[in-house]
Structure formats: structure tokens, C-alpha cells
């Protein structure tokens, strides 16, 4: 038997033990309450932030990310009317 087929057995064997006990463990209250909580503590402070730099920006006069994406769209919009517009006289030429 070759190095590297013993090295695929022996993952192989390895990663299936451990799967087995991380899925258990992970699905532990213990596990998920504290994750879930620090997650939900992180997203708040992350809006927080978020809502910060954007009055931030605002106040320089600059475009925030919500500004900048409304004119994103709008580019898009534009480009997608171009392209129909270019097929429908492609059409009739």
C-alpha cells in the first residue's frame, strides 16, 4: 500500500471521529447559547457602526453606501434600457 493511500485511510478514519464528536458537541446549549449571543451582540454593534459611518460620511458631503448603491441601480437600470434599446434596432436594421 502506497504512503498516500495510507494517509486518505488514516484521514478518512480520523475525520469521522471527529465529525461525529463536533456535530455533538457544537449542538450542545452550552455551545449554541453563548455563540448565538455573541453573534447578536456583534451584528448590533456592527449596525451601530454602520449607522455611525454613514452619518459620518454624510456630514463630509460624501455619498454613503446607501447612496452609492441607489446609484449603482440606477446606473443599471440605464444600462439594461441601452441594451434594449441597441437589440430592438439591431432588429430592424
Do not use: C, I
Amino acid at each position: 500500500m502506497s504512503p498516500w493511500e495510507l494517509y486518505k485511510k488514516w484521514f478518512g478514519a480520523w475525520e469521522g471521529a471527529t465529525a461525529k464528536y463536533l456535530e455533538q458537541w457544537l449542538r450542545s446549549p452550552l455551545v449554541l447559547e453563548p455563540a448565538g449571543a455573541w453573534l447578536s451582540a456583534l451584528m448590533r454593534s456592527k449596525a451601530g457602526f454602520d449607522q455611525t459611518m454613514a452619518a459620518f460620511w454624510g456630514a463630509l458631503g460624501l455619498p454613503t453606501k446607501r447612496d452609492q448603491e441607489r446609484a449603482m441601480h440606477a446606473l443599471n437600470q440605464l444600462q439594461s434600457r441601452l441594451a434594449d434599446l441597441e437589440e430592438r434596432l439591431d432588429g430592424r436594421g
